[in-house]
């Protein structure tokens, strides 16, 4: 939804934001903008924040209450009714924005989750649904074995969409948000995708391999979810996407590709097909000898997890390989099953990223919900990488306030030191705020906070040559880099 403003801050500091109902937007008179860095309110300065551009959304969080920093008091307050120029009043909702391509939440929005007392009689009725719900849920998954957050039948509020709810704010000169830059690779800016000649592209790829499964998901993935590696493969262009499973072997506590029925709607539907390894091979290998800087990548958002079908990912990239030595095979994976990972690379896949959101062994499997396998297995899946000569990269899935712990640093840093990791990826995790941070563990069971941009900047201090972005490398070339990672005048 594209939020209105409405007049312009001459605020030095960044002003609090909120939402009416109706989605306008609201500069409000007197509080300033707040930021929350996972456990504590912090009040702005300019160089916590960046513009943002003047076209990117916003969105409104129902269901919370906007919290600002009151100059006057030095407290910081939560508001509960708004009143507008003309008179209107109304219990307003936090403002947010999702980091655009390449940036990085350095804060959540400062906001009050409310609950099922919340004025608004059609989303209290739906908070009561969802409330029993989730209780029935729960119980379904402590029968299968699996982890449930304590909370998972007493949250009412409705869950918020998987977005990556960042603070924002107004000042004279537009919005600003708490991001920071990690990745200027500009091949996934919006204009170069959504262009008026892809539905030929699709046709025209389509009429080639008219049986393919495989094309017929990327079709729908490319034309209806937007998606750039999905596109990238009717473009004839660098990444492309080739989704293979089904079925997961976890139950992620934000799935992008399938929640449970009770939960919000997931961006994109999994797939719902087992494709042959020659339906898949036919795809690879096509990219591969056509793309400049040519890379296929297992393990998208429309599916499970790809080493949980070994045999027919195997045996598609031998097809693969079979017709060319071309590109970047790249695995995408959970690291569930490390030694599909080895007989992945010993038929020609040569790249491998793990996704993972932390090295915690107890906050790991309470966002994963492993199913099968161990913390200890993903580990194992990036030594198996190092040892067949892979590069590796992990996913890591920030959360301000956890991420950015020294611990997190100290972890993240045996594994460098072992060779098993050459970049680290820097993705939002994108799940309802409200509800995940009751999953964490308290303020007393976390080390010291770095804040993510010293995060990154520590680790780099460490790691000169370890790589960051948010997107796999451009050339083949670059994966083994000799090159300092992560000039530090960025942060």
């Not at 500069?27 to 702005?44: I, K």
């Not at 739906?126 to 957050?149: F, N, S, T």
């Not at 990548?297 to 429309?302: D, E, I, W, Y």
Request: with cysteine; glycine share 8%.
């Amino acid at each position: 939804m594209i939020l209105r403003m409405g007049k312009k801050s001459t605020s030095e500091r960044p002003r609090l934001l909120v939402a009416a109902p109706d989605g306008a937007v609201f500069e409000h008179p007197t509080l300033e903008m707040a930021l929350d860095n996972g456990l504590d309110l912090l009040r702005v300065t300019q160089k916590d924040v960046i513009p943002l551009a003047a076209d990117w959304d916003l969105m409104a969080m129902p269901g919370t209450r906007p919290v600002g920093y009151d100059p006057q008091t030095g407290t910081f307050t939560a508001v509960t009714t708004f009143t507008t120029d003309d008179g209107r009043t109304f219990e307003p909702w936090a403002v947010a924005c999702h980091p655009p391509p390449g940036y990085v939440r350095a804060f959540h929005t400062a906001a009050e989750y409310t609950d099922a007392t919340h004025p608004d009689t059609k989303l209290r009725q739906q908070a009561e649904e969802i409330a029993a719900r989730r209780a029935r849920d729960a119980e379904k998954m402590k029968k299968r074995g699996l982890h449930v957050l304590d909370s998972a039948g007493d949250d009412a509020r409705p869950g918020l969409p998987l977005w990556a709810y960042t603070a924002v704010g107004a000042t004279s000169k537009g919005t600003v948000a708490a991001l920071f830059l990690a990745d200027e690779t500009t091949r996934w800016s919006p204009e170069l995708f959504y262009k008026g000649d892809l539905k030929d592209r699709i046709r025209d790829r389509l009429a080639l391999d008219p049986d393919n499964q495989v094309l017929q998901q990327l079709s729908q993935c490319a034309g209806d979810y937007l998606c750039c590696c999905a596109s990238n493969v009717f473009y004839e262009r660098w990444e492309g996407a080739v989704p293979v499973a089904p079925a997961c072997t976890a139950a992620c506590l934000g799935c992008l590709s399938k929640e449970p029925a009770w939960n919000t709607p997931t961006p994109q539907k999994r797939l719902k097909f087992q494709p042959t390894p020659d339906e898949i091979a036919r795809v690879i290998a096509h990219h591969l000898e056509r793309a400049p800087e040519p890379m296929m990548s297992f393990g998208q958002g429309c599916e499970g997890e790809p080493t949980m079908n070994g045999p027919v990912i195997i045996e598609s990239i031998r097809l693969a390989r079979a017709r060319t030595p071309r590109g970047i095979i790249n695995i995408n994976t959970n690291g569930s099953r490390p030694e599909t990972v080895r007989a992945c690379a010993q038929v020609g896949a040569n790249a491998l990223r793990v996704s993972i959101n932390t090295f915690d062994r107890d906050v790991y499997t309470m966002y994963y919900r492993p199913a099968d396998y161990t913390f200890d297995d993903v580990i194992r899946s990036l030594y198996v990488g190092r040892d067949m000569g892979m590069h590796n990269s992990i996913n890591l899935l920030i959360w301000p306030g956890w991420t950015d712990q020294l611990a997190e640093v100290d972890r993240i840093s045996k594994l460098v030191d072992d060779g098993a990791l050459q970049m680290i990826q820097l993705r939002n995790l994108c799940v309802d705020p409200g509800y995940f941070r009751t999953a964490l563990p308290p303020r007393e069971q976390r080390g010291m906070l770095l804040g993510m941009k010293g995060f990154v900047a520590e680790l780099h201090r460490r790691h000169p040559k370890l790589r960051f972005g948010t997107f796999n490398p451009r050339l083949a070339a670059d994966w083994w880099p000799e090159v300092p990672a992560f000039p530090g005048g960025r942060l």
